[in-house]
């Protein structure tokens, strides 16, 4: 018997469980349980990609050089201020090992990224879920509960799985009201499917002040999920920290390659966006027009409201009309969804948008649930 034994904390994490891909007995299935991207990569990030699978035995450029200059050129960034990641979940546990630790809070909303509270125990220190309003960050209740031991607070924005977003006004109200010892990260995960004139990324927050950092991802408008790809921009000496703790290869090549060709493919990124508003739209009406309430306003996914399970009501099979059934039904028809509960929202599903023929069948099956 071994005596050897994790850091305190470590076992009351819960693993991270992804959305389902297959179905048992099921050799096709629709999924749309991930929010992956809807059209998949471009064509040009794939073929870059199966390029640089030819020198697999070469490392790769351990300071994404290229990569950070054409994010810095796309988005009139300081590279030198860039620093990339395997995926921005990377990104995410680096600043917590970084600026947090034992005695420390870390804050994040209710409905927010799963992640948060697991870089929060990995380091030790306490997780702090606050509510939200009507599914969306509550700037005075953040506010509130922020203290001398907050050292990081993690704000998705737009959030998933609610599909709600602060206004740039908003974010920084909170960020001036968070005591001097406070780091903001914002998780612009979503940030490209937002075209509201309210809303900003955070990169002009992270320009005006010395504790905001945001994070992006290759993996939702860019459909590159497969090869673990993400970005922060960072006050120059955050951007130092994250590169004296980094790997000195965390971004392989095929991931650098692919990222830059997505990147240049501009056509293909307008067109995924421009299919996704619009099917976003289609889907959220339909759904609404079955009598389901569809919170979420912005991403490439809509969260869906079920009436809440009454007792002997949980089967559709019997006349139950619950998120549980409903999810039931559509794996029937061959279509993976995401349940919420792990996110404290048992009443509802979260479907990413997808094709054409995906949107259709996906609302065909619940509309035949609903009957």
């Not at 870390?106 to 509270?117: A, K, N, S």
């Not at 079920?306 to 002997?312: C, E």
């Not at 404290?344 to 619940?366: Q, S, Y």
């Amino acid at each position: 018997m071994t005596t050897i034994q994790p850091k305190s904390g470590i076992l009351d994490i819960s693993p991270y469980v992804g959305g389902q891909s297959t179905i048992d007995g099921t050799a096709q299935v629709i999924k749309l349980a991930s929010n992956e991207g809807a059209l998949g990569p471009s064509p040009k990030a794939v073929e870059a990609c199966s390029l640089a699978a030819k020198s697999l035995h070469r490392y790769p450029d351990g300071a994404c050089a290229e990569l950070r200059a054409a994010l810095a050129h796309m988005y009139k960034l300081d590279g030198a201020r860039i620093v990339c990641g395997a995926g921005s979940d990377e990104l995410l546990d680096l600043l917590a090992r970084a600026y947090a630790g034992p005695g420390d809070e870390v804050m994040f909303t209710e409905h927010g990224f799963l992640m948060y509270p697991i870089a929060a125990k990995g380091v030790g220190a306490t997780p702090v879920s606050v509510a939200e309003k009507n599914l969306t960050a509550h700037v005075d209740g953040l506010l509130e509960r922020a203290t001398d031991k907050t050292k990081i607070v993690f704000l998705a924005n737009p959030n998933n799985p609610t599909g709600t977003y602060l206004p740039d006004t908003e974010v920084r109200r909170l960020r001036d009201g968070l005591p001097d010892g406070a780091l903001l990260v914002i998780d612009a995960a979503y940030a490209e499917y937002v075209v509201r004139e309210d809303y900003q990324s955070g990169i002009q927050l992270v320009e005006d002040y010395d504790n905001v950092v945001m994070t992006r991802t290759f993996s939702k408008i860019h459909a590159l999920g497969g090869v673990r790809l993400g970005w922060a921009y960072c006050p120059a000496a955050i951007a130092d920290v994250l590169n004296r703790l980094r790997g000195p290869f965390n971004v392989s090549a095929p991931a650098q390659a692919a990222g830059l060709a997505a990147l240049a493919d501009e056509e293909f990124t307008e067109q995924v966006r421009e299919h996704t508003l619009a099917w976003h739209d289609w889907l959220k009406g339909k759904l609404i027009g079955l009598g389901l309430e569809v919170p979420s306003e912005v991403g490439n996914f809509v969260l869906v409201r079920f009436p809440s399970p009454q007792a002997g009501d949980t089967d559709f099979s019997n006349g139950g009309r619950t998120a549980e059934a409903a999810d039931g039904f559509l794996k029937s028809r061959a279509i993976i969804v995401r349940r919420m509960d792990s996110y404290g929202l048992p009443d509802c599903l979260r479907i990413t948008i997808g094709t054409e023929k995906e949107m259709r069948a996906v609302f065909n099956a619940l509309a035949e649930f609903l009957g």
